[in-house]
């Protein structure tokens, strides 16, 4: 009998997941597909490759990025799939020659005119120090990392001016070295909208997070933010909001204990806890046709690869400036002001700042080039102790897209 009642629940399984393929087929053929296909090739200058303070090295770098989009609409649906994979050649240190891959999908779906549903996949190959010196400005041990992730945003509005986006996400991060601990992690967003006009809405964010560290730390974090988005124009939009963040943070250790009278190793629990507050500024304007900007303040959360958590403050702006149709320059000038929490032993302090111009230039409709460099610093502070590092990149990039597939 229980053999039966379980063939009749595979049964019932492989008929839903045949249903819903079915439904999915259906939907995939009435929507419009194009693939863009395109090739990058790169050749960089890297003064200082790990970016350390005593182990400087200097490296040239050979890099090739084949890329692969892939677009399909209809009247409901989107989906898009992007895929860019990046072979990095060293020339001196042959040792860090390695093979990056970004890949993202994500679909889109509008079952009404009020309820619209978001799922979202990634999958990266990339190394922790070129990730963690992007997101926060740490540098870190250049070790090998994967990353699987997956999330859904589930967005109703009720009326016309109260609306809710509730969000999910988890993955995993492991790693090709015993340097760090692989990661599983979750989190969870609830954001209601109200709008008070045509121009200004206002809202709460509220996000917890959930990171377990591997034989180690467990960090939790919750921040709550009340923000105000004006749209002052067409070509400008300022947001701007507050909060706290709360931050628990659970880390073992070992101690001697006497047991029956016996002296023991044991093992023993942590536990801290960080109260904060949070913030977040956002411009974004059009001065012209030609000049376009977006600035971005803000005080979050951040944990590393070696399962430590962090007060992020940041400054990130992006300028671009069209000189004609086919020439444009862009300059990014990003700060981060990284104040360590939670844990045990000595804190850290972490200062750094980027700046970095590209000029870009159309050669023709499908092939471009592109020039640019950027300087980065660094400034550490751990227990009083200081030190310092910087790099210096610079880089010409050719970048060819090939004709629209399945168009």
């Excluded at 002296?263 to 376009?292: C, H, I, M, P, Q």
Aim: proline share 2%.
């Amino acid at each position: 009998m229980k053999r039966r009642h379980g063939q009749l629940h595979t049964a019932s399984r492989a008929v839903a997941l045949l249903l819903l393929l079915s439904a999915w087929i259906e939907v995939a053929f009435a929507m419009d597909w194009y693939a863009n296909p395109s090739i990058r090739a790169t050749s960089e200058y890297d003064s200082n490759v790990l970016f350390s303070s005593d182990n400087v090295i200097d490296d040239f770098i050979l890099i090739a990025y084949p890329q692969l989009k892939i677009f399909a609409e209809s009247e409901q649906t989107k989906f898009i799939f992007d895929s860019v994979v990046a072979g990095k050649k060293y020339i001196k240190n042959q040792d860090l020659d390695v093979v990056e891959n970004y890949t993202s999908a994500s679909l889109a779906h509008a079952w009404s005119e009020r309820f619209t549903s978001q799922f979202n996949a990634r999958f990266t190959k990339d190394t922790t120090l070129e990730s963690q010196v992007e997101e926060a400005g740490i540098t870190t041990q250049r070790v090998e990392r994967y990353l699987y992730e997956l999330g859904s945003t589930q967005t109703y509005q009720f009326s016309e001016t109260l609306s809710c986006a509730v969000s999910a996400s988890g993955g995993r991060i492991t790693y090709q070295s015993d340097a760090f601990p692989d990661s599983s992690y979750w989190q969870a967003a609830v954001r209601p909208a109200v709008a008070l006009s045509e121009k200004d809405s206002v809202g709460v964010d509220t996000v917890y997070s959930y990171r377990s560290y591997a034989d180690s730390a467990i960090i939790r974090y919750l921040q709550q933010l009340l923000f105000w988005e004006r749209q002052f124009s067409e070509t400008t939009t300022f947001t701007l909001g507050g909060g706290y963040l709360l931050t628990w943070t659970e880390s073992p250790f070992f101690a001697f204990e006497i047991i029956d009278g016996q002296l023991e190793l044991v093992e023993k629990t942590r536990n801290t806890s960080d109260f904060g507050f949070s913030f977040l500024a956002n411009l974004e304007k059009e001065w012209s046709e030609r000049v376009k900007m977006f600035l971005s303040a803000g005080r979050d959360q951040y944990n590393t690869a070696d399962a430590r958590t962090f007060e992020r403050n940041y400054l990130r702006t992006k300028l671009s400036y069209d000189f004609s149709e086919v020439t444009s320059l862009y300059c990014d000038l990003n700060w981060y002001y990284n104040r360590q929490i939670g844990g045990e032993g000595v804190s850290e302090d972490v200062n750094y700042v980027q700046f970095a111009p590209t000029l870009r230039r159309n050669l023709s409709k499908d092939l471009w080039l592109s020039v640019g460099g950027s300087y980065a610093y660094q400034l550490r502070d751990q227990g009083g102790r200081e030190a310092t590092a910087d790099r210096f990149r610079a880089w010409l990039m050719l970048t060819y897209e090939l004709p629209r597939l399945l168009d």
